[in-house]
């Protein structure tokens, strides 16, 4: 494979984007090599502008749960866009839209929607300090709630993958309301609770944590931090930025059975487009202005373009039902790479959730940031980077979650194991 034309952009891009990149992972900083610029996408698979073709595991980091340039998604695009692009006014698509959310998701009578994941956690946990009057917040190790002061404090994804202490430019008085413990550990919450349980306005998490490599936390686990939180007044907000209409069409509060009191949405609800949302019981969202005292706003919000494409996407899932054939196609993945790790004796572990998969370079379970910490990650940059030179795009680095689409077909996981199966090859060589 050749990135001539790649690498020209690349550095064309350099001089004029910071790092050539709009997004701090983009650059394959952590994994060695340079980025490859991308030209299209159908379906599975994209090209990038060299002509090379990949199978495409990234899916823009997770919204494109039909596959890349979905006919019916782009045509509700195109229909939309004829009548205007953005009016700042109330449209009768935005209730649609938040009809079909309030429809999937138990625990959310009433719903905002913003621009992007990150407008959503920074919003929600506004609300939550509105609410509660309470200052101090809990967040969990390795999660990534998106790039907001209070939640940018021991984060996963991009500020794990580049190895950022986490708060430069943060005022250190409010990342001391940020309370960091590890995830999957119900034990340090109770002592956080214990210790300044009246102090704090709410515990945000992923309920599948996608940004430090997938972990899924236990049912147990999940029931009682909806019971400790309850006890102590403090709100639950479940970040299904990622997860939310991917395991399931209700989310992960469906596959869990767990209703939280604000849920944050992004990625699958904007079909591709940048849409984010928090939702949740009536009577906390009406201390969201204009009915309530907490203020957020945005001139893009509800935008035509975005809900079209979002609500087009959600009516697709809602009718096809994918998430049982993702699921499966995800256990042939997870049953095939298992069987190469045998094969090939490579320390390695897969964690997965229906269409959300990491391989992570350890011979440790992967249950918390400090066990996905114990990867080799100069190995898993190897693989990375062979994996891009036989056609498959893997996101570029060993924290983030690797995603399925309703479009990838058994052929192409059968393909992607045999071209696993020649870069554990490499690695032993
Ligand atoms: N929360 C979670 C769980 C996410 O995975 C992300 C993005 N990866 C965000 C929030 C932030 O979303 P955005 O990038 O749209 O701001």
Redesign the pocket.
């Known amino acids: 494979m050749k990135f001539e034309r790649s690498k020209q952009l690349f550095e064309e891009a350099k001089k004029y984007l910071v790092g050539g990149v709009n ?1 701090p992972v983009r650059a394959f900083k952590s994994v060695g090599g340079e980025p490859i610029f991308i030209k299209k996408g159908k379906g599975s698979r994209i090209w990038d502008e060299d002509n090379n073709e990949y199978i495409d595991y990234v899916l823009s ?2 919204p494109l749960i039909l596959g890349h340039a979905n006919e019916q998604i782009v045509n509700a695009i195109k229909q939309i866009s004829n009548f205007g692009t953005s009016f700042g006014a109330p449209t009768e698509l935005e209730i649609e839209m938040a009809k079909a959310v309030v429809d999937a998701v138990k625990s959310v009578e009433m719903v905002r929607f913003v621009s ?6 920074m919003s929600a946990i506004r609300l939550a300090r509105g609410y509660t009057k309470r200052k101090k917040i809990i967040k969990f190790d390795g ?5 907001g002061d209070s939640l940018l404090v021991s984060a996963g ?1 991009g500020v794990a993958t580049l190895g950022i202490p986490g708060t430069p430019g943060i005022p250190e008085e409010l990342a001391s309301l940020t309370i960091v413990l590890p995830y999957n550990n119900i034990d340090a919450v109770k002592e956080a609770f214990e210790k300044y349980g009246e102090d704090i306005a709410c515990v945000i998490i ?1 309920p599948v944590a ?2 430090m490599g997938v972990v899924a936390p236990s049912k147990e686990y999940h029931q009682e931090l909806r019971e400790i939180t309850k006890k102590y007044g403090a709100l639950l907000i479940w ?5 939310g209409f991917r395991l399931a069409y209700g989310g992960a509060q469906e596959l869990y059975g767990i209703e939280p009191d604000i849920t ?1 949405f ?2 699958v609800i904007g079909g591709g487009l ?1 849409v ?1 949302a928090y939702g949740g019981k009536r009577e906390i969202m009406e201390y969201v202005a204009p009915v309530g005292p907490v203020y957020q706003a945005g001139t893009l919000s509800g935008n035509p373009l975005a809900m079209a494409a979002g609500l087009k996407q959600l009516q697709i899932l809602k009718e096809k039902n994918p998430y049982p054939s993702l699921d499966e196609k995800g256990k042939i993945l997870e049953d095939g790479i298992n069987s190469l790790i045998q094969k090939y004796d490579i320390k390695a572990r897969v964690n997965r959730v229906g269409s959300m998969i990491t391989l992570f370079f350890t011979d440790k379970d992967v249950v918390d940031f400090e066990t996905a910490k114990s990867s080799d990650t100069e190995l898993f940059g190897r693989f990375f980077r062979k994996m891009l030179q036989l056609g498959v795009y893997l996101p570029p680095s060993q924290f983030e979650a690797a995603f399925l689409s309703d479009a990838h077909s058994k052929e192409d996981i059968n393909e992607t194991l045999n071209k696993i199966e020649e870069a554990f090859r490499y690695l032993k060589k």
């Open positions: 997004s980091w997770g992007s994941g990150t407008e959503a956690t999660c990534y709630h998106g790039h994804s992923e996608g940004n970040d299904e930025v990622m997860t944050t992004g990625k940048p984010g």
